[in-house]
């Protein structure tokens, strides 16, 4: 009997441990990123949680989920963005999930079923926040790179009640299996505003698909990935613009009207490798860098400010 109390008394601990980590965060000074945990299907999950300087306790603040790309950190990807800076700067509240893994890689679901539930660690991160702030339900927003701009186009897919806007450098709806299956999320029930970057150069994820750099699989293109989101959100097919820059480095499309306010736009790179453009810290993780002025992360939140729901 003894032994079992003690099981039991074990056990209990453990869940009081789970449910205090998954209802309260560790508050810092605002303008200063801290770590938080929560347990997400038995497993404790991490994040980086930055509260913009100057945070207004009364104004209702945007929310921005950030997920770094495949075997990167993401205290790393903080820095590579520059997303908290632009944070503090706009005032909304930049997080940044950790992916599991050696190395770290989100659960696209495209590549197979896996044990961890990628998307209800990110749900849950927003059910918190919203709690215990004063989050502003139209204006939550996700971005991705690579590994991590696939898992973004899962969340646009599966939080389509939460999300208003995605962004994505470098990334995917899906691919094509060794047996030839296209393998790619789901249309979401709600429209969700799409801004993409990618570099036509990109030797990871191959702008006009094809084999990626790491794995047997081929990546669906970026035509057909904004071809999906041109039809998910009721689009129309053929730009309302297309502008090329000074030095023609960059061309930017833009696909309006599209329903419920939505609007899809792709930015095409000419030099762009495997990057998120204009990064901060051009020597980490990928090889090569572009020529052109676009700074994705200012660009990227100046479309999402554009961009809130309007349902």
């Not at 945990?37 to 945070?55: D, F, Q, S, W």
């Not at 702030?133 to 646009?156: F, Q, W």
């Amino acid at each position: 009997m003894l032994a079992r109390a003690v099981v039991l008394s074990a056990v209990f601990s453990l869940l009081a441990a789970q449910a205090c980590t998954n209802t309260t965060i560790r508050n810092g000074p605002e303008g200063v990123t801290s770590e938080q945990k929560m347990y997400v299907a038995g497993e404790l999950r991490t994040y980086l949680l930055h509260i913009p300087a100057h945070y207004d306790t009364i104004r209702r603040v945007p929310l921005l989920i950030v997920l770094h790309g495949h075997g990167e950190s993401a205290e790393h990807f903080e820095k590579y963005t520059g997303m908290s800076d632009k944070a503090d700067a706009e005032g909304f509240i930049a997080v940044y999930p950790q992916a599991q893994g050696d190395p770290s890689d989100w659960h696209t679901a495209i590549d197979g079923p896996r044990k961890r539930d990628d998307i209800a660690f990110v749900r849950d991160i927003i059910d918190l926040l919203e709690r215990k702030y004063r989050i502003d339900h139209r204006r939550i927003y996700a971005a991705g790179h690579s590994n991590g701009g696939i898992m973004t186009y899962r969340l646009a897919s599966t939080l389509s009640d939460k999300l208003a806007a995605v962004g994505v450098t470098a990334g995917s709806i899906g691919m094509i299996d060794e047996r030839g299956d296209t393998l790619r999320i789901a249309p979401p029930p709600h429209a969700v505003s799409v801004i993409h970057f990618h570099g036509l150069a990109d030797p990871s994820v191959p702008y006009h698909g094809g084999p990626e750099s790491d794995g047997p699989d081929n990546i669906v293109s970026v035509k057909n990935t904004i071809a999906f989101w041109i039809a998910a959100d009721r689009c129309t097919t053929v730009p309302a613009s297309r502008t090329v820059s000074a030095d023609k480095n960059v061309i930017i499309e833009s696909y309006r009207p599209c329903a419920s306010g939505t609007e899809v736009t792709l930015y095409t790179i000419i030099d762009g490798t495997h990057r998120w453009p204009g990064d901060e810290v051009p020597w980490y993780t990928f090889p090569g860098r572009d020529d052109s002025d676009v700074v994705a992360t200012d660009v990227m939140w100046a479309f999402f400010a554009a961009h809130p729901r309007i349902d």
